[in-house]
């Protein structure tokens, strides 16, 4: 896939609604969007999907403060990004589907443990200090997978929405 200006100015209207969508829903703790999108991103754009990935990591960073909570989303978005990657690109739309959300919701149960280090290094917890942190904020990575499982739902038919305007763009 070519980068010129349409896809230019795409990604950066993807990485704002990544940004809007994850601030209008955030009175709902660790129930969002933004897995289910970087996922979509992922299997329409592969390797550029990190274009608006950055930018939604960058807005959050400039509208929230780049402070010690946002390091870790250097890498942890990555991580779904890279998962998403590493599979096969001609899954049958069925598979792909159920692939898709349990990916998703798998990024969502891991999320407090992926964040851990970026904590355990920054504010220097021990072993099971970085364990007591995981712990602590389980109930929430639980909230986030089922939610992540429950929108992941929507991958497959957003695949197919921004693939169609994707050919349009061009």
């Known amino acids: 896939m070519k980068l010129n200006t349409n896809r230019i100015a795409v990604f950066g209207l993807m990485g704002a ?56 989303y250097l890498y942890i978005w990555t991580v ?35 964040y851990a280090p970026a904590q355990a290094l920054i504010f220097g917890l021990s072993w099971e200090g970085m364990l007591a942190w995981i712990a602590s904020g389980f109930t929430f990575d639980l909230i986030h997978g089922f939610s992540n499982l429950v929108c992941g739902v929507m991958i497959m038919p957003l695949v197919r929405v921004v693939q169609r305007m994707d050919r349009a763009i061009q």
């Open 80 to 114: 779904l990004w890279g998962a998403v990657m590493l599979l096969p690109k001609n899954m049958k739309p069925q598979t792909a589907a159920v692939v898709y959300a349990l990916v998703c919701a798998c990024h969502g149960f891991l999320y407090g443990v992926l």
């Open 17 to 72: 609604l990544l940004y809007v969508a994850r601030q209008a829903m955030s009175a709902l703790p660790n129930i969002h969007l933004t897995g289910v999108f970087i996922v979509v991103l992922t299997v329409v754009y592969r390797r550029q999907a990190l274009y608006p990935l950055y930018t939604f990591i960058l807005m959050e960073g400039l509208f929230g403060g780049f402070n010690t909570w946002w390091l870790p």
